[in-house]
């Protein structure tokens, strides 16, 4: 395997001294350079052509977010953002995936080499995942024309008068890598698309709120966290709500809605699992289970539930996927009809589901 060439960007002399340690300590990675500001980042970027670039956000003259817009813009290599600023969640850190980055990884407060050792493993993993993605899809394409670059303002309002009968349900699970890899998917769906959408990304109960309200800017579909007795209908995503099991529920005769509870206790909260098991009591086999990039095994039995009623399975590979483990524990227990990489989920969706007007 040929070295992998890392560009470290960062205003602190003794981070980039610590950066190039912890990375060079992997015989497979070589530091080429060091930039001081964001200025810097985009001209050794264009003159060394590294194959992953390590980006600070808070720098002088020109900051990261800036740097990271024009490093996206001209393709030479996937960026992770190693910050401070950039804790796991935070508005900062989904701003990052929204731009364009990779990944990001929350840097120590303190810059010493006992706290940057702390994420040595973690930023070398990222590097050697980035670098393998980057050779092995279009990876630098998709982050280019990620398509959070424009917002959606105007939505087509709910169409209330469907019933679960007249449309389907895409119901997705997604964790550890989640907040990069969602962008591949559900931009993508048009506004028209014949099914409501139920999201589960495990992430902690004070960040859903946010995470729905940024997806709701960039998706064709309506985007909103999921609510006590909201209604369903389709062309809408119904994000998951932190702490809550998000479960269906009929409203009347034939409509359904939202049902948020605590139990049953599980290790996550939502639980794909449990969202899955409840989505496909109400739509059977009109149910689209996705299974996309985690750890751990949560929705691989649900998935196995789903296609055995006759609805469609679909996991993310390891080709896309940062963490393979929810995707591969369905695969092993026979739950899954198709593997594709993330960016090829949309397709599959709409082919299988149509349009609302489609005849």
């Known amino acids: 395997m040929k070295e992998i060439r890392v560009l470290i960007v960062d205003d602190s002399p003794l981070t980039r001294r610590l950066l190039k340690t912890l990375l060079e300590s992997d015989p497979e990675i070589k530091v080429v350079g060091f930039g001081r ?8 970027a264009k003159e060394l052509l590294p194959d992953v670039i390590i980006l600070d956000v808070i720098m002088p003259e020109k900051d990261g977010f800036e740097a990271l817009k024009e490093l996206v813009e001209d393709a030479i290599a996937p960026v992770i953002i190693v910050s401070v600023i950039t804790q796991e969640y935070s508005q900062e850190a989904l701003e ?18 006992t706290s940057l050792a702390n994420i040595r493993d973690l930023l070398v993993s990222k590097v050697k995942l980035a670098y393998k993605q980057s050779k092995n899809t279009p990876l630098l394409k998709r982050l280019k024309r990620n398509c959070v670059q424009e917002e ?3 939505k087509p309002k709910a169409d209330s008068s469907k019933t679960p ?7 997705i699970g997604i964790s550890t890598g989640g907040p990069k890899n969602i962008y591949d998917v559900l931009p993508v769906l048009p506004s028209d698309l014949n099914a409501a959408v139920f999201l589960i990304q495990h992430m902690p109960s004070s960040f859903t709120t946010s995470y729905a309200e940024r997806l709701n800017r960039y998706c ?12 369903v209908e389709p062309g809408t995503v119904y994000v998951g709500k932190g702490g809550y099991h998000l479960k269906l529920k009929k ?3 034939s409509k359904c809605g939202i049902h948020l509870t605590k139990t049953p206790k599980h290790i996550f909260m939502p639980s794909v699992d449990i969202m899955m098991q409840s989505v496909l009591k109400v739509f059977g086999n009109r149910t689209v289970g996705i299974l996309m990039t985690g750890m ?13 009623s006759g609805g469609y399975t679909i996991a993310e590979s390891e080709e896309t996927a940062v963490v393979f483990g929810m995707p591969q524990e369905a695969i ?18 709409v082919k299988r589901v149509g349009r609302k007007n489609q005849k």
């Open 37 to 44: 500001n964001g200025f810097e980042a985009v001209e050794m």
């Open 96 to 113: 990052a995936l929204e731009i364009g980055a990779f990944d990001y990884i929350p840097k120590p407060e303190n810059n010493t080499i």
């Open 152 to 154: 959606i303002i105007s």
């Open 165 to 171: 009968s007249d449309f389907y349900a895409i119901a």
């Open 220 to 231: 064709q579909l309506r985007v909103v966290e999921a609510n006590e007795g909201m209604s």
């Open 251 to 253: 409203l009347g005769d």
């Open 296 to 308: 751990g095994d949560d929705g691989a039995k649900a998935m196995v539930q789903i296609k055995n």
């Open 332 to 349: 092993k227990l026979g739950g899954v009809d198709i593997i594709l990489p993330s960016y090829k989920i949309p397709e599959h969706i």
